[in-house]
């Protein structure tokens, strides 16, 4: 895909969302972190389901270790990987009170230090709450990218180090967002709907569900 046509793809998603933002919901960066542990193979609503619980229970790193493991897996028990989670969540509240005065840090390498975030949960907090210009790749975004092939890769490294690559430095801030709402509601994984996808003429997707005579 050439830059033209990357360009104007992004053009449309910022005509129609301006600023797009994470339907995780969460009042502090701290609630953030923990909320994108917990979406690990797991929906956004069902996250909210239970943060919506949980954050009027936990504000801080000192509240998730005095309500302890055992009490935050019945909690969260509705959403996959629960006790993973949970003894990922109690580490990480102790090496934040240990290492950073229980504050989330703003930096990547730290962050991916902590147990239960991975390169891509580092990108989202970076991006979503301290607006750095990073893209995380998750299963809609790489599906997206590659699907229209505004960056094509065989796995999220090679898809992430593209897009920053390629992606115009004015829509790498919201990119992110873009490109997860777009796999979520529209370029769905079994059943894209390209008949009302505003990027249908623009898009390379050779399995499209209508045809294009403007995409080649």
Not at 8 to 27: C, G, M
Not at 171 to 181: D, G, M, R
């Amino acid at each position: 895909m050439n830059k033209v046509k990357r360009d104007n793809i992004f053009e449309i998603f910022k005509n129609q969302q301006p600023q797009p933002k994470t339907e995780l919901i969460y009042d502090t960066v701290f609630e953030l972190l923990i909320a994108v542990i917990l979406s690990a193979q797991a929906t956004d609503v069902s996250v909210n389901k239970v943060t919506k619980i949980l954050f009027k229970k936990c504000k801080t790193a000192d509240d998730f270790l005095k309500l302890g493991e055992s009490k935050l897996v019945k909690i969260i028990k509705s959403i996959g990987l629960f006790k993973t989670k949970a003894s990922n969540i109690i580490k990480t509240c102790n090496l934040l009170k240990d290492n950073h005065g229980g504050e989330v840090p703003e930096s990547r390498e730290l962050l991916e230090k902590l147990p239960g975030v991975g390169r891509k949960t580092a990108n989202v907090i970076l991006n979503t709450y301290f607006r750095w210009d990073t893209i995380a790749v998750d299963t809609h975004v790489f599906r997206v990218s590659n699907r229209t092939r505004i960056a094509v890769g065989d796995n999220v490294g090679i898809v992430e180090r593209k897009l920053n690559k390629l992606v115009s430095k004015q829509y790498k801030q919201n990119a992110h967002h873009w490109l997860i709402l777009h796999g979520r509601y529209i370029c769905k994984a079994r059943k894209p709907l390209c008949e009302i996808c505003p990027l249908e003429h623009l898009c390379e997707f050779k399995d499209k569900t209508v045809n294009s005579k403007n995409a080649n």
